[in-house]
T-cell receptor, first 112, second 114 residues
Framework: KAGVTQTPRYLIKTRGQQVTLSCSPI?????VSWYQQTPGQGLQFLFE???????NKGNFPGRFSGRQFSNSRSEMNVSTLELGDSALYLC???????????FGNGTRLTVT | GNSVTQMEGPVTLSEEAFLTINCTYT??????LFWYVQYPGEGLQLLLK?????DKGSNKGFEATYRKETTSFHLEKGSVQVSDSAVYFC?????????????FGKGTKLSVIP
């Protein structure tokens, strides 16, 4: 079974631009979560989607948004990029609530 | 709210040494506890978990026991190998009626030298 796939692996953007990251969960997994990882703040929860509905959102500004499609694939979007948005963005999928989260290898976003 | 505190790294050990990484937590509700490991350039992998008090999670020689009385979930391994070099994260989840999310500690970087 293929794991969680995130594309692209690396992105370089300029301040003020917007970016879209993609995540394909493990086949059959309907829950997709996003986390931001930075050296200063560590791993922080962004949001979780289940069956195309956002179930929960972390403490991030409205510039961070996401969506989930009917095939469970998910995208997250960051608008008006700031230098502080530079981070590793990790996607994780889960078969059912309480089962382990399976993480992708992440997208490394650099904002210059 | 929920929070996880784990010992700051980096931790450097010689091969075959004993490893302990401390982790304590605060949680509203009854959490499940996890240890995740991150190798360079990769995402997180679940190492072990425990879902109720006194449960012991174990995997690949690593162990951690859910101690409700001390709100702790310390990671131990009797004899580390160079291949164990990675960053280790302690995490908790409290599953409510709504969604499911993990709260992570800051991570502890382990380097094992031959």
């Amino acid at each position: 079974k293929a794991g969680v796939t995130q594309t692209p692996r690396y992105l370089i953007k300029t301040r003020g631009q917007q970016v879209t990251l993609s995540c394909s969960p493990i086949s059959g997994h309907r829950s997709v979560s996003w986390y931001q990882q930075t050296p200063g703040q560590g791993l922080q929860f962004l949001f979780e989607y289940f069956s195309e509905t956002q179930r929960n959102k972390g403490n991030f500004p409205g510039r961070f948004s996401g969506r989930q499609f009917s095939n469970s694939r998910s995208e997250m979007n960051v608008s008006t990029l700031e230098l502080g948005d530079s981070a590793l963005y990790l996607c994780a999928s889960m078969a059912e609530r309480g089962s382990p989260l399976h993480f992708g290898n992440g997208t490394r976003l650099t904002v210059t | 709210g929920n929070s996880v505190t784990q010992m700051e790294g980096p931790v450097t050990l010689s091969e075959e040494a004993f490893l302990t990484i401390n982790c304590t937590y605060t949680a509203t509700g009854y959490p499940s506890l996890f240890w995740y490991v991150q190798y360079p350039g990769e995402g997180l992998q679940l190492l072990l978990k425990a879902t109720k008090a006194d449960d012991k999670g174990s995997n690949k020689g690593f162990e951690a026991t859910y101690r409700k009385e001390t709100t702790s979930f310390h990671l131990e391994k009797g004899s580390v190998q160079v291949s164990d070099s990675a960053v280790y994260f302690c995490a908790l989840s409290v599953t409510g009626a709504g969604s499911y999310q993990l709260t992570f500690g800051k991570g502890t970087k382990l380097s094992v030298i031959p």
